[in-house]
Nanobody, 128 residues
Framework: QVQLVESGGGSVQAGASLRLSCKGS????????MAWFRQRPGEEREFVGK???????????DVIGSLGDRFTVARGGNRNVLNLGMNDLKPEDSAIYYC??????????????????WGPGTQVTVSS
């Protein structure tokens, strides 16, 4: 059974940092595209960032432009872990953050429907 489990969410003050982690199990994720999405109350789920397998142990990293100066995405573990570093958090970053994965993939995979596997999400709340 394929599972993605997010961790590291919580409640913080504006300006703080958080590091979310997603661990996959039940299959080999080495060549998967793994991504972070978030969903704010009343809004659709939106793409945050992803890693796409390039070759060997190298991955292309892509973070949506509006967040690129504060958020980082990186692969870890035995390639089955995806981390999201968030700095200088703002109240508008409050959302449920989801991890997603799909076999192979490419740099175009920024849509919810591009992904096959999803975690249950972790809540991030940023207060002003």
């Amino acid at each position: 059974q394929v599972q993605l489990v997010e961790s590291g969410g919580g409640s913080v003050q504006a300006g703080a940092s958080l590091r979310l982690s997603c661990k996959g199990s039940g299959r080999t994720f080495t060549s998967d595209t793994m991504a972070w999405f978030r969903q704010r109350p009343g809004e659709e789920r939106e793409f945050v960032g992803k890693t796409t397998w390039k070759s060997g142990s190298f991955y292309n990293v892509d973070v949506i432009g509006s967040l690129g100066d504060r958020f980082t995405v990186a692969r870890g573990g035995n390639r089955n872990v995806l981390n999201l570093g968030m700095n200088d958090l703002k109240p508008e970053d409050s959302a449920i953050y989801y991890c997603a994965s799909r076999p192979k993939g490419d740099n175009m995979n920024d849509r919810v429907l591009d992904y096959e596997y999803w975690g249950p999400g972790t809540q991030v709340t940023v207060s002003s």
